[in-house]
Antibody, heavy 121, light 107 residues
Framework: QVQLVQSGAEVKKPGASVKVSCKAS????????IHWVRQAPGQGLEWMGW????????NSAQNFQGRVTMTRDTSISTAYMELSRLTSDDTAVYYC??????????????WGQGTLVTVSS | SYVLTQPPSVSVAPGKTARITCGGN??????VHWYKQKPGQAPVLVIY???DRPSGIPERFSGSNSGNTATLTISGVEAGDEADYYC??????????FGGGTKLTVL
């Protein structure tokens, strides 16, 4: 069965960076895009971007361009999302999610458990 | 930038039909996806490509999309349907936008 397991909670200081990992299993990692979505406390979902695990190509939301870096390591079926220049507004649960449709970025069908990132001085 | 508008809340009695809307400029020309999220849990995809259901999603969930409004319809609402619901579209340029979410309350 498809599983996405994310790294554990993080506490960071303002101005720092955070890197969240997402280990995939149960399918061919390079066949499906991975999306990153975050949710601030009590707020809605915010799409951050996607990575094509096959090519390494990425696309990030306009709100995050220049601050988010998405990478992958195909040898261990793991995707990464690094967010830099953190502020308190970046305090949120960060999710990775696998696309439903092979080889295209469409929608998120399988989700990780979420990683809480807290930004506090 | 493209904006998706959802009502903050919808209430429905058990057994009745709930309709949750997602408004956007000419949204009927885009593909809309819907997610259900319960507190403390990751979202679940319930409708994709306007009206298709992923495996495991009950037939009670259906979707439509035309003009400036997409609609998620839940028939025979059950207590377990109480959750936040989000629509999502690709804006045609770069972003896979989410609507602000609708809290469905089962009375």
């Amino acid at each position: 069965q498809v599983q996405l397991v994310q790294s554990g909670a993080e506490v960071k200081k303002p101005g720092a960076s955070v890197k969240v990992s997402c280990k995939a299993s149960g399918y061919t990692f390079t066949d499906y895009y991975i999306h990153w979505v975050r949710q601030a406390p009590g707020q809605g979902l915010e799409w951050m971007g996607w990575i094509n695990p096959n090519s390494g190509g990425t696309n990030s939301a306009q709100n995050f361009q220049g601050r988010v870096t998405m990478t992958r390591d195909t040898s261990i079926s793991t995707a990464y999302m690094e967010l830099s220049r953190l502020t308190s507004d970046d305090t949120a649960v960060y999710y990775c999610a696998r696309d439903l449709i092979a080889a295209r970025p469409v929608c998120s069908a399988y989700w990780g458990q979420g990683t809480l990132v807290t930004v506090s001085s | 930038s493209y904006v998706l508008t959802q009502p903050p809340s919808v209430s429905v009695a058990p057994g009745k039909t709930a309709r949750i809307t997602c408004g956007g400029n000419n949204i009927g020309s885009k593909s809309v996806h819907w997610y259900k999220q319960k507190p403390g849990q990751a979202p679940v995809l319930v409708i994709y490509y306007d009206a298709d259901r992923p495996s495991g999603i009950p037939e009670r969930f259906s979707g439509s999309n035309s003009g400036n409004t997409a609609t998620l319809t839940i028939s025979g609402v059950e207590a377990g349907d109480e959750a936040d619901y989000y629509c999502q579209v690709w804006d045609g340029r770069s972003d896979h936008l989410f609507g602000g979410g609708t809290k469905l309350t089962v009375l």
